[in-house]
């Protein structure tokens, strides 16, 4: 069975950083693409990054390009997000998406989610 | 960016009818080589993940029930619900994996009963 599992997510103040995590298991990790995915309160959902099943080529969106790095380790089937110099528009639920084995944007299972809220 | 535009917002429908859920993106979604068109559906219920329904435009997923069907090519896409069972509430989603900068969602059609 495949699971994700995210961690991470907590309440941090404007400028600070977090990083979240997604444990996966039940499948080849490193055969895949993952992703990150949010929802900000209310709103729907967003792409924020994804990375190739070897780390070799990585996308983000542009909100994001600069202040969040995705990376994997394939040792220990862990996904990550580096999000730095947050803004309180990156308050969201963030989840961590399993790609296809061959395309890059096919969110084919999800974790259940970790909350970022950015505050003062 | 390819703009993905669902409507309606939200729609009521009785137990049992069809619920329609149409998606047009800004630029064409087929992919000549493979004939192929790079969009999927996702069911998102409260306080649950989303869950992929169908891929490739029309593919459903493993699992997904059949009256869940997916249509349409290039720019004009259909979700639709054959008959509608009161575990189907929730928001669907249409997005696009042509292009990986960005991929990017449809706003959410939120569907309930009637």
């Known amino acids: 069975e495949v699971q994700l599992v995210e961690s991470g997510g907590n309440l941090v103040q404007p400028g600070g950083s977090l990083r979240l995590s997604c444990a996966a298991s039940?499948?080849?990790?490193?055969?895949?693409?993952m992703n990150w995915v949010r929802q900000a309160p209310g709103k729907g959902l967003e792409w924020v990054a994804t990375?190739?099943?070897?780390?070799?080529?990585?996308y983000d969106v542009a909100s994001v390009r600069g202040r969040f790095t995705i990376s994997r380790d394939n040792a220990k089937n862990t996904l990550y997000l580096q999000m730095n110099s947050l803004r309180a528009e990156d308050t969201a639920v963030y989840y961590c998406?399993?790609?296809?084995?061959?395309?890059?944007?096919?969110?084919?299972?999800w974790g259940q989610g970790t909350p970022v809220t950015v505050s003062s | 960016d390819i703009v993905m535009t669902q409507s309606p917002d939200s729609l009521a429908v009785s137990l049992g009818e069809r619920a329609t859920i149409n998606c047009q993106s800004s630029?064409?979604?087929?992919?000549?080589?493979?004939?192929?068109?790079?969009l999927s559906w996702y069911q998102h219920k409260p306080g649950q993940p989303p869950k992929l329904l169908i891929y490739?435009?029309?593919t459903r997923a493993s699992g997904v029930p059949d009256r869940f069907s997916g249509s349409g090519s290039g720019t004009d896409f259909t979700l639709t619900i054959s008959s509608l069972q009161a575990e189907d509430v929730a928001v669907y989603y249409c997005?696009?994996?042509?292009?990986?900068?960005?991929?990017?969602f449809g706003g959410g059609t939120k569907v309930e009963i009637k």
């Open positions: 039940g499948f080849t990790f490193s055969n895949y693409w």
């Open positions: 998406a399993r790609g296809s084995l061959t395309v890059a944007g096919i969110f084919e299972y």
């Open positions: 630029q064409s979604l087929l992919y000549s080589s493979n004939n192929k068109n790079y």
């Open positions: 997005q696009q994996y042509y292009s990986t900068l960005p991929l990017t």
């Open positions: 990375i190739k099943s070897d780390g070799g080529e990585k």
């Open positions: 490739w435009a029309s």
